[in-house]
């Protein structure tokens, strides 16, 4: 691995043949096995022109769409039950931002459209205050899925940077983009996109394969499995009796 950041580093230090914007990461793909405890992966690259005081750069970590139900509890009769629910549907499963810089110079309708903060995300409303979508905002960034980082983008001189991208345990598998914008006195002046995949490795992919691939054996062999458990449980406890 450090043999490969040295030399993307070395091949980023050379000229640019006049691109504004050039950006790599130390991985293009994670494996997730049964001991997955999360990982961090290196975003690096260069700028042809050191940023200026108006100037800003954003990474934007998006990962594979879900739809997911929030539930507003209520008494009713002594009880805590749902009274509302609302779905949101086609939402970003992993959604983190790097910045660097304070956007300030950027208008209300660049950041809307590439999504720059979490307040201006496409979810199912647009209003920011909505209790249902700050419901779901905050329980993603309790499980750290969604984020907003000003941080852990470091320039080593004006023109190479660096930016610690973490993923958390909760991650789901698929296909992740890394997409890094370049903005000039609150203008666009270069983004570049690279994929990211995510999947499971080891034995826990091959218990994944087997349990959407064959459902209803899988379903057999959880019950097989649970009785015989139960069983070896309750001939330990006997002998120990005895």
């Known amino acids: ?15 640019a043949w006049s691109q504004p914007l050039l ?3 130390s991985h293009h793909m994670i494996a997730i ?15 042809d022109a050191a940023l200026g005081p108006e100037d800003d750069l954003v990474i934007v970590v998006k990962g594979p769409s879900e739809t997911l139900d929030v539930r507003q509890k209520g008494r009713q009769g002594g009880l805590w039950v749902n009274q509302k629910v609302v779905r949101f549907e086609n939402i970003p499963s992993f959604y983190h931002i790097y910045r660097y810089g304070s956007l300030t110079s950027l208008s209300d309708a660049t ?10 995300m496409k979810l199912n409303t647009k209003d920011p205050k909505n209790p249902f979508r700050l419901a779901l905002i905050n329980s993603k960034k309790a499980w ?13 001189g004006p023109h190479l940077f660096r930016a610690d991208v ?3 345990v909760r991650v789901k598998t698929g296909q992740y983009s890394v997409t890094v914008y370049l903005f000039k006195k609150g203008e666009i ?5 690279t994929p990211l995949m995510i999947s499971k490795d080891g034995i826990g992919a091959d218990i994944f394969f087997f349990a959407h691939t064959h459902a209803f054996w899988y ?11 139960g069983w070896m449980a309750f001939v330990i406890m006997r002998k120990r009796s005895l």
């Open 189 to 193: 002046i270069a983004a570049q996109t």
């Open 111 to 120: 950041l809307a459209r590439q999504e720059l903060t979490l307040d201006r």
């Open 166 to 168: 973490d993923f958390p």
């Open 144 to 156: 750290g899925l969604y984020k907003e980082d000003t941080t852990s983008i470091v320039f080593r």
């Open 23 to 25: 950006a790599d990461l």
């Open 219 to 229: 379903g057999v062999l959880a019950i097989v499995l649970a009785l015989f458990s």
């Open 1 to 15: 691995m450090m043999i490969r950041i040295i030399f993307l580093f070395l091949i980023l230090a050379m000229p």
């Open 33 to 47: 096995q049964t001991d997955f405890q999360g990982q961090d992966l290196i975003l690096f690259g260069t700028l």
